[in-house]
């Protein structure tokens, strides 16, 4: 069964306490992995797309990299405002174009 | 502001009731996807739109259903509610298949 599984559940840092988010990934076969994050009752905002083992694309604090089994979300030096959710996906090579969430992780930027 | 827009923001109703969801996606976007978050299950995919026609089927139960019109906008289904449909409903549109879906700020749905 395709599934993608995120850790940790809650992070809680410090103003400038750089981390990582873990996504990882077991599909049949993966189009695409994104990355977005989910501010509470609003919709998800789009933040990275990844296609390739090796890839790596960055957006001012955050990096976003890829192996063949998981994807990590670097946030380096984080501020307050980044506090929210991070959820990836899974897009599937397959008929469909779904994508398949994570549970997110909710994370805590503490000034 | 992603430019996906859906009405209403918010709606309570009753148990057995029906209800729309209305979607307009992005300009230019000729796919529209749904997705239903729900506390215990997360972000689930529903159904696919693709120019009109049904592209592709989650989970969706037969309570629901849905549609794309020719200029686009799509409106989703939900009858004979129950509790367990409380939920927030997300529409998400992409320019073509397997493309950046971009999300709408979603319907929160509140069956009593």
């Known amino acids: 069964e395709d599934q993608v599984t995120q850790s940790p559940e809650a992070l809680r840092l410090q103003e400038g306490e750089s981390s990582s988010l873990n996504c990882s990934y077991t599909v049949s076969g993966l189009r695409g992995l994104f990355w977005y994050r989910q501010d509470p009752g609003k919709g998800p905002e789009f933040l990275f797309t990844?296609?390739?083992a090796g890839e790596e694309k960055e957006k001012e604090r955050l990096k976003a990299t890829l192996t063949k089994k998981e994807s990590f979300l670097h946030i380096t030096a984080p501020k307050p405002e980044d506090s929210a959710t991070y959820l990836c996906a899974a897009n599937l090579r397959d008929s469909s174009y779904k994508l398949i969430f994570g549970s997110g992780t909710r994370l805590l930027v503490r000034p | 502001d992603s430019g996906v827009t859906q009405t209403p923001k918010h709606l309570i109703t009753a148990t057995g009731q029906r209800v729309t969801l209305r979607c307009s996606p992005r300009s230019g976007d000729l796919s529209v996807y749904w997705y239903q978050q729900s506390l215990d299950q997360g972000l689930q995919f529903l159904i696919q739109?693709?120019?009109?026609?049904?592209?592709a089927k989650g989970n969706i139960l037969e309570r629901f259903s849905a549609q794309q019109f020719p200029d686009l906008h799509s409106e989703l289904n939900l009858s004979s509610l129950e509790l367990g449909d409380s939920a927030l409903y997300f529409c998400?549109?992409?320019?073509?298949?397997?493309?950046?879906?971009?999300f709408g700020p979603g319907t929160r749905l509140l069956v009593l």
């Open positions: 739109y693709y120019n009109g026609e049904e592209r």
């Open positions: 998400a549109s992409s320019v073509d298949l397997a493309e950046t879906q971009y």
């Open positions: 990844l296609y390739s």
